[in-house]
């Protein structure tokens, strides 16, 4: 099994901060990553495919990147609707793993 | 547009079975997946399983030893997820999800809307 470790669990920034989350996986392997959003009571929303393709209607301010073991998720200047969860999944093979999560507070 | 319908909120006691239903629409139900994925309180999210509606090929997580079946209805439209020999850690919301079919694209573009499950004695 492929498993995805995310750095931090938690991170405390401010609005307008860049903030960037680490996926860290093992064994390694490439491009199938995606990333979602999940706020509190509400449903997870894809950001992310393909370790860099932005979902549609996703705002240009996310951006994903990486390959081998490490992939990261960025958001360029947060916006007080980016306070959430963030969970990196990979589909490269069975069983499809999550991370564990990254919970983005207010600082 | 595309809505994923998932059943209401079930009480089960230890030991026994559910069946959770998802009904698709705004889409042909044929030419995507549909993934099973569950949250325990305050976790992560986990996979279970998925189904291609078109042929019934269905894979599982090895996590779940036999315990869940996911089946679907074509005529319906509508993806079931049944989880047996159920204990108290699997109280959590189960969440259907859409993906395509092929190697490559089984990533969740939609999700239903998450369907409690609790399991207590």
């Known amino acids: 099994d492929i498993q995805l470790t995310q750095s931090p669990s938690t991170l405390s920034a401010s609005v307008g901060d860049r903030v960037t989350i680490t996926c860290r996986a093992s064994?390694?392997?490439?491009?199938?990553l995606a990333w979602y959003q999940q706020k509190p009571g509400k449903v997870p929303k894809l950001l992310i495919y393909k370790t860099s393709t932005l979902d549609s209607g996703v705002p240009s301010r996310f951006s994903g990147s990486g390959s081998g073991t490490e992939f990261t998720l960025s958001i360029s200047s947060l916006q007080p609707d980016d306070f959430a969860t963030y969970y990196c999944q990979q589909y490269h093979s069975y069983p499809l793993t999550f991370g564990g999560g990254t919970k983005v507070e207010i600082k | 547009q595309v809505q994923l319908v998932q059943s209401g909120a079930e009480v089960e006691k230890p030991g026994a079975s559910v069946k959770v239903s998802c009904k698709a629409s705004g889409y042909r139900f044929s030419e995507y997946g549909i993934h099973w994925v569950r949250q325990a309180p305050g976790q992560g999210l986990e996979w279970m399983g998925w189904?291609?509606?078109?042929?019934?090929?269905?894979k599982y997580s090895q996590n779940f030893q036999g315990r869940v079946t996911i089946s679907r209805d074509t005529s319906a439209s509508t993806a079931y997820m049944e989880l047996s020999s159920l204990r108290s850690e699997d109280t959590a919301v189960y969440f259907c999800?859409?993906?395509?079919?092929?190697?490559?694209?089984?990533?969740?573009?939609?999700w239903g809307q998450g369907t409690q499950v609790t399991v207590s004695s």
């Open positions: 064994p390694s392997f490439s491009t199938w």
């Open positions: 189904i291609n509606p078109a042929n019934v090929n269905t």
């Open positions: 999800a859409r993906s395509r079919l092929n190697s490559g694209w089984l990533y969740f573009d939609y």
